[in-house]
């Protein structure tokens, strides 16, 4: 299986078989290794119809999918770089062991775009930054630090 593809398919598939992903709209677009989320503006995604604002839930989870979509695509590089990838090849999925967000400035009712950096990366454990920008990449309205589970049960 082509690793490129494979990755793209991977993205394909996280966008449309986890619900919330679906209900907060989200897509993803792959160069070479790194990712660039793109969460769609829509009135359901408003907390403070006062202002208007994007609600700082969900923020905070197109921050953490972020870096989930991330760390999948970058364990099916080594996985694809340690050999040809099956045609049922499913990468463990990492799981959150600690998250910490970091809200800059309201969301304004625009298309909400994030990318994450793993810092580092061990067998067991990876260390990931994310960031949201909206118009300016320099101008973050959120970003988050977490740490990321990578083994399964036993592993």
């Known amino acids: 299986m082509n690793g490129a593809n494979a990755r793209s398919n991977m ?26 989320a793109l969460m769609p503006y829509k ?3 408003i907390g403070n119809p006062l202002l208007p604002a994007l609600h700082g839930g969900a923020t905070g989870a197109f921050l953490e999918i972020t870096a989930v979509a991330q ?5 099916m590089l080594k996985d694809e770089a340690e050999g040809a990838l099956p ?25 909400t775009y994030a990318r ?10 990876a260390n990931v930054r994310i960031e949201a920008w909206q118009e300016e990449r320099t101008k973050l309205i959120a ?9 399964s049960n036993g592993s």
């Open 71 to 75: 760390l999948v695509c970058d364990t």
């Open 11 to 36: 993205l394909d598939c996280l966008s449309t078989s986890i619900p919330y992903i679906r209900f907060l709209g989200l897509m993803f677009e792959r160069r070479g290794d790194e990712i660039t």
């Open 87 to 111: 045609e049922d090849y499913a990468p463990v999925m990492p799981k959150p062991i600690d998250i910490t967000f970091d809200y800059l400035r309201s969301g304004k009712p625009l298309d």
């Open 43 to 45: 009135p359901d995604l």
């Open 116 to 125: 994450a950096i793993v810092q580092r990366r061990g067998r067991r454990v």
């Open 143 to 151: 970003a988050a630090h977490g740490n990321f589970l990578l083994t």
